[in-house]
């Protein structure tokens, strides 16, 4: 992944310090939103990384080992309960100012993936897609969607009727065969509306 045109803008006006950040699990019905900020150290070259949709599981752990050893790695999660008080569009701002606050150095420049105004205290630019056109975005996407992967493999052995470790939280049919079948835990956000559904479907019957 060669350096975006805006990276090297950034550079050139003195900032080297630069955080990518992107996060994983807006959408699923079940389990935390989770946030990551990398910030790749100039000597460090690490081949192979993209955005973690498109590459294989066995790759996404891979990198990550690599990443948390070579890289500087904050992480911001924030649960369900937090989702459904705040809103999700908030919950996702916390979870990267979790992120930020997580990066025991902090950074001189921060690169966003998506859009959305935030509030940190160093500047920052969103860029759309832009887990496939920055590599610490990119390496962002690795890092939250394994520790989310980790963290639902972990809630199955919790909640084994739901099958987490197969589908992650997300609105598969088997998720919603054993939401039909069991009803939700405390993992699920109840703001959602297929879990609002059942939750109100369950209480007029």
Known sequence: MKAHPIEKSIKTEGFFRIAGMDEAGRGPWAGPLVAAAVIIPVE????????????????????????????????????????????????????FYRAFEGLADKPDYILIDGIGKYKFEVPYKTIKF??????????????????????????????????????????????????SKYGPCLLHRQSFAPIKNLINGSRNT
């Open 44 to 95: 460090c070259k690490i081949k192979g990384i993209n955005d973690s949709k498109k590459l294989k599981p066995s790759k996404r752990e891979e990198l990550f080992g690599t990443i948390l050893k070579t890289c500087e790695v904050g992480i911001g999660i924030v649960t369900s309960a937090e989702i459904d008080e705040k809103g999700l569009g908030f919950a996702n701002k916390l979870a």
């Open 130 to 179: 832009g887990d496939s056109l920055v590599k610490s975005i990119a390496a962002a996407s690795i890092v939250a969607k394994v520790v989310r992967d980790v963290l639902m493999d972990s809630y199955d052995l919790m909640y084994p009727q739901y099958g987490f470790q197969h589908h992650k939280g997300y609105g598969t049919k088997l998720h919603l065969a054993r939401l």
